[in-house]
Structures are given as C-alpha cells and as structure tokens.
C-alpha cells in the first residue's frame, strides 16, 4: 500500500489579516504617489506638485495638468529630482525587505542587514577607492567598490559562520560581529591614512545621501531590486513555515541551510544595490519590517510586500525632511534615519513587551 504525503503547506492566513494587508498596501501606496510629487517639488527651482503632475503626464503622452512655469522646471524635473526620488523610492524598498527576510530567517525582531557585515563591507571598499583611487575617483568606481566590497564580506561571514556543512544562526551573528568590528578597524586605518579631501568624502559617504542621484545609477539599481524583492517573494512562503522551527519545516520539506543560503544572497544583493550610490542608511532595514509585523502579522507573503512599499514610503519621507528642515541645506540622509529611528524603536521595543512580553 503506498501512502502519499502531502505537500507541505505554509500557515493559513485569514481573511481579515489579507484585508488587512491590503488596506496597509495601499495605504502605503497611495503615501508614496504623495511623497513623490511633494519631493520633487522641493527644490530651489519653484515648483509645484501639481506641475510635477502635470509634467509626467505630458511625458507619457496625457494632456493634463500644468507644466513647470520656470524655464529650468522640466531640465530640473528630469534631470536632477526624480532621479533622486526614484532613487530613494528603490533603496527604501531594498533596505525594507532585506531586513524583513534577515528578521525572518534569523527569527530575531533585531536583525537587520548591517548584521551579516554587508554595510561595513561596502563602507571598506568605498573607502579603500576613496583613498588609493587617486584625484580622480569617479563615482561609479566608488559604487562599484561599494557593491563588490559588500559582496565578498557577506561571503566571507557565510564561509566562516559554517561547521560540519551546517550554519547556525548564533554563529553567523558573532561572525557578523567580529567581521564588523575588523572592517571597523579599517575604515579607521583609511580615515587616519587619507587626505583631508579624502577623509571627508569617505566621512560624507558613510553619513548616507541621495545627491548624487542619477538614472544610470537608478537603472542598476531598480534591476537589482526587482531582482532581489521578486526572489524574496519566492521565498516567502519557506520562510513562513521555517517559522515553525527547523524541525518542523526540515519535516515539512525545506531545506533550511539551502534557503538560509539563499536568502544572505538576496539580503546581499539588495543591501550592496542600496548603499553602493547612497552611502550606508540605517534603521530603515530594522524598523520597517518590525513594524509590518505589528501591522499585518508575521506571514511574509504580506510581510515583505508591504514592507517594501512602507521602506519606500519611509527613506522618501526622510529625503523630503533631509532637505527641507535647514533651508539651502541638504542633511545627510543616514544621520537623520538615526537620530529619529533609535529612539522610535526604543518606543515600538517597550510598547512591543509591555503588550505581548516580547516579540511573536
């Protein structure tokens, strides 16, 4: 007699937890379509977010709405805004589902993508061009310092976190740890070798910015990100029935080390894409998908979704604060991220245990 084994299936999710996901998404959304027209109107060039409206109508071919009075308004659109907002909307969406896939695979509410050393990585090989590159460092061979930087550090904590062919995740976090603190020690060996020129740029980069947006560096960007958050959903109903435990999910049928694997990938591609051309940002990863969770719930096929769209959502809001709280001033977009999430994230950590008693 032969006994067929069913397939194994994710958690159920209930009606009203996809209700509520999609009242959050499109909440989200239509915030997002707010804060983009609202971020490109800022800007020493007068505009208004009607005229930004108005300009990308006529630019796909819809006679409605005003264009830009200013004779500089539709250069100044094109060219320098919504690059940049494009920009931040992509990175926030990157930073947003690695942290969500690393708090999912790690079940640690704490775990963000600085953890596995991707951020410290790429801050290495950014400041390694920085300094040796020369007077004529090009932007794009800082990015791409950056990105393979960010890479081979991933690599390398997945290479030495294993032991008899498996990965435990308390091993790979004090891995992270000790491969942060040695990258630590030598962006200081970079800052004290540099020039003064040098170590202010390598200073400016790691405080985070979207100046220097443009649509090249968007185009690498969004294909990465597309890439990442389109294998992230494909991942996200392992990851909802790894969240019963590795026992249960190796019984159910996952390969826990091949998904492990595969998601310190996705973590790494979509970390190196955001902080390669913006510097590193923080608390994004961290807080945007703890927050979801108290939102929506723990199941990553609305998790990582929605997470995407608020750290989109969030980084843009961000930009629009960076350059609109000093006037004539463009704050770096890393420290502000700082400054506000540290302690909104103390506030979500105590109202999170005074409620359940810790993280569910």
Do not use: C
């Amino acid at each position: 007699m032969t006994v067929e084994l069913e397939k194994p299936q994710a958690p159920p999710v209930t009606t009203h937890k996809r209700r509520r996901a999609v009242l959050v998404f499109n909440v989200a959304a239509v915030a997002l379509v707010a804060l983009a027209l609202a971020s490109a109107a800022i800007g020493q060039v007068p505009t208004t977010p009607a005229e930004v409206a108005g300009s990308v109508a006529h630019r796909i071919g819809l006679d409605w709405g005003p264009l830009p009075a200013h004779p500089a308004g539709e250069v100044t659109l094109w060219e320098v805004r919504f690059p940049r907002v494009v920009l931040a909307i992509l990175v926030g969406a990157a930073l947003a589902t690695a942290g969500a896939l690393l708090q999912g695979v790690f079940a640690n509410p704490l775990a963000e993508p600085g953890v596995i050393g991707v951020s410290a990585g790429a801050a290495v090989g950014a400041g390694a061009v920085i300094v040796f590159g020369g007077a004529f460092v090009a932007a794009w061979s800082v990015a791409a310092a950056a990105f393979a930087a960010g890479l081979v550090t991933t690599a390398l904590v997945y290479m030495l976190s294993r032991a008899n062919g498996r990965t435990e995740v308390v091993t790979l976090v004090l891995t992270g740890v000790a491969i942060n603190a040695f990258a630590g020690g030598l962006i200081a060996f970079l800052l004290f070798v540099a020039s003064p020129a040098a170590r202010d740029q390598i200073v400016f980069w790691q405080l985070g910015s979207l100046n220097g947006a443009t649509w090249d560096a968007v185009t690498v960007v969004a294909v990465l990100t597309a890439a990442g958050i389109a294998a992230a959903i494909a991942v996200a109903s392992r990851l909802d029935l790894l969240a019963l435990g590795e026992s249960a999910a190796r019984h159910l049928g996952v390969d826990v080390e091949q998904l492990r694997r595969t998601v310190i990938v996705i973590v790494a591609v979509l970390t190196t894409a955001g902080v390669a051309f913006t510097g590193i940002i923080l608390f994004v990863g961290l807080i945007v998908p703890h927050v979801v969770r108290m939102l929506v719930g723990p199941g990553h096929r609305a998790l990582v979704p929605v997470s995407a769209v608020l750290g989109a959502v969030v980084l843009l809001a961000a930009d629009v604060a960076a350059r609109s709280l000093v006037d004539n001033a463009d704050l770096p977009l890393g420290m502000l991220t700082s400054l506000i999430g540290a302690p909104f994230f103390f506030w979500l950590l105590r109202r999170t245990r005074a409620r359940a008693g810790g993280w569910a």
